[in-house]
């Protein structure tokens, strides 16, 4: 049976980690070499239990022909670090879009959406470690796994840097990438009984972390604490209803989105005003009656059953009494002057 897909509470109440579908089908086709260590659900073999535990992933694809997939827009139970070794890689995250080169490095945070492709991959090879830090959103503490033995003081700098600053892509991680090619000899050099020598990549691994943290202090990273504060943590939650209308869609109360945002009523609440200059529910019905708009733009014959259902109104009477409280027509008026203008 496959694991699991982990659930957690991010932005909606049910947040489902990225399961690399189209990668394990892939290598299962024999379309990619593939070689990987993992705990839980992601493609690759399985490490013991209390093996280097909090490493969700480590490993690397090497595909030498162009593919007929990518990993779509999705999140990570951790930080996850990329290196690009060999070919080019359409790459994305959060309304920014690269083209990585040999030796790019990509940082992504649990929060941030990324893909990789535009929509495929082409030839390439691409290393990748995804550690979880036990945290979900920006504001949160964040805890390296036990196995980490940096120094007290190297460890909270890299955390600091790693926080406080999103600069997705950096160039010229050429010692990063040895690193990785170093964990990548260790994954292809299995016993007899297909055992990986967790020693060694625990070595690398803490290696892996210390050339990440030269290469952020060679860089002169410019941080911003606003990145890892509160306040961050409810932007990206109302950004994400803005953006998401099946997240929008939910039966929000004002608990539950503080709860999504890991706070209290009261302190969400003084975070939304001071963003949107009103109260929660009032900027929800703002953005729900923003998309109804949009759905019956764009799909005049809709009902107002449907409508008001894909935008989370709690029904159609609801929806239709705010409507003509904002535009001055029902629903269907608004609609039928669309039409009649296209």
């Known amino acids: 049976m496959s694991p699991r897909i982990p659930i957690y509470k991010i932005q909606d109440a049910t947040y489902r980690a990225d399961s690399c579908r189209r990668l394990m089908e892939a290598a299962e086709a024999d379309q990619i070499q593939l070689d990987a260590v993992v705990h839980g659900h992601y493609p690759g073999r399985r490490l013991p239990k209390n093996a280097l535990p909090g490493l969700k992933a480590l490993g690397y694809w090497d595909a030498a022909h162009p593919q007929s997939w990518g990993l779509d827009w999705h999140q990570n139970e ?123 990549l625990t070595l690398l691994m803490n290696e892996l972390l210390l050339q990440i943290l030269s290469l952020l202090r060679s860089r002169d990273v410019s941080m911003d604490a606003s990145l890892a504060d509160t306040q961050r943590t409810v932007q990206l939650f109302l950004d994400d209803l803005r953006h998401n209308r099946d997240h929008l869609a939910e039966p929000w109360t004002i608990k539950l989105m503080a709860e999504a945002c890991g706070l209290g009523i009261t302190r969400f609440t003084d975070y939304c005003r001071r963003l949107t200059n009103t109260t929660p529910m009032q900027y929800l019905n703002q953005l729900r009656l923003i998309a109804a708009v949009d759905l019956l733009r764009d799909h005049p014959k809709m009902s107002n059953g449907d409508v008001a259902k894909a935008c989370g109104f709690s029904s159609p009477q609801y929806f239709a009494t705010v409507f003509r409280r904002q535009h001055g027509c029902s629903p269907q008026q608004y609609a039928s002057r669309q039409h009649a203008s296209s």
């Open 78 to 200: 951790g930080i996850e670090l990329c290196l690009l070794d060999r070919g080019q890689l359409q790459f994305a995250v959060e309304g920014q879009s690269f083209t990585l080169q040999p030796n790019d490095l990509t940082i992504t945070r649990p929060w941030q959406r990324h893909r990789l492709g535009d929509p495929n991959i082409g030839p390439g090879r691409l290393h990748w470690a995804i550690i979880d830090v036990q945290v979900r959103r920006p504001h949160q503490s964040w805890k390296w796994p036990d196995w980490v033995v940096l120094t007290r003081e190297d460890l909270q700098e890299l955390t600091e840097l790693l926080r406080k600053n999103e600069q997705p892509v950096w160039h010229q991680a050429s010692d990063v990438g040895q690193c990785f090619g170093r964990i990548a000899d260790i994954l292809g050099r299995c016993d007899a009984d297909g055992s990986i020598d967790v020693s060694w």
